[in-house]
């Protein structure tokens, strides 16, 4: 084992090609743009690559599995090796936990040997009609988010979700290069929320909505919801789609008014500590 390369980047592709045991979780990033942020760790057999796993912690404390591979090898043998050597290598970086999203078959073994437990669900919404159900407070100025106001939007963040479903500026960068809408609240002197929002064909995503803890409850949700649907109407949405947690209810009910209904699909989150997290 040892840690990926630039030199390994063709290999890497090809790994992440052609294995049928590939789990994939990058967001706004591709696959490459993973290399270079440690830990990203390769099993090696002679000169051919036949593991790779990557988790950096993107904002630290918590790390996201963002990709692995397994060749012709184990789970419990390659993968088992890297996800031990990767949760060493977190704990030095000051990491104190490692989540996975939607952990494939053949990732659960090795998960549950090292502390992997279900966290919550992931569960999907579906609109398919272009109604507002309320315009939010119009007070607030709603504007294109800009690349200087990225800092203040991953502390904002820092205030509104637990570390894992936290974004960095960086993340954030690498959203803003590809996202249809990217809206921010703006009230007294600073940003309040934001909206993430993508267009796929006929589908938009509503990727990410956020309000300050301090700022909710006054419509500012609604306000930035209200928008990105009326931005994606105007790019020719005819259904938009939406994830969020099973446990945050807040969110569940706002997404109701507005029409959205569970489609039944979901995805588990499974974390484990690293370290000394908790």
């Not at 800092?151 to 205030?159: E, F, S, T, V, Y």
């Not at 936290?166 to 921010?184: I, K, N, Q």
Request: proline letters at 5%.
């Amino acid at each position: 084992m040892r840690q990926a390369v630039e030199a390994d980047r063709q290999a890497l592709r090809g790994l992440l090609q052609s294995s049928r045991r590939v789990h994939l979780h990058t967001d706004w990033r591709a696959a490459d743009d993973y290399l270079g942020r440690p830990p990203y760790l390769v099993a090696e057999s002679g000169r051919t690559l036949v593991a790779c796993l990557a988790c950096p912690p993107d904002p630290a404390p918590a790390a996201w599995l963002r990709l692995a591979a397994l060749g012709n090898g184990r789970p419990g043998g390659d993968i088992a090796a890297l996800l031990d050597a990767s949760l060493t290598a977190l704990a030095e970086l000051g990491a104190e936990e490692l989540a996975v999203l939607g952990p494939e078959s053949w990732l659960l073994d090795p998960l549950r040997a090292r502390g992997f437990r279900s966290l919550t669900d992931v569960i999907t919404y579906l609109k398919e009609d272009d109604n507002i159900a309320e315009p939010g407070n119009r007070d607030v100025l709603v504007r294109r988010a800009r690349l200087e106001d990225l800092p203040a939007l991953a502390a904002l963040d820092a205030n509104a979700f637990e570390p894992r479903w936290r974004h960095s500026a960086d993340m954030l960068r690498s959203a803003y290069a590809v996202v249809a809408s990217f809206e921010v609240a703006w009230l007294d002197g600073g940003p309040v929320g934001y909206q993430l929002s993508s267009v796929f064909g006929r589908y938009g995503h509503l990727a990410r909505l956020t309000v300050h803890p301090a700022y909710q409850g006054q419509g500012i949700g609604t306000r930035l919801l209200a928008d990105a649907l009326t931005n994606l109407n105007r790019l020719g949405v005819t259904a938009v789609t939406l994830n969020t947690q099973a446990d945050n209810l807040a969110s569940r009910r706002l997404y109701e008014r507005f029409g959205f209904r569970p489609t039944g699909d979901r995805v588990t989150v499974w974390q484990t500590a690293v370290g000394g997290g908790q």
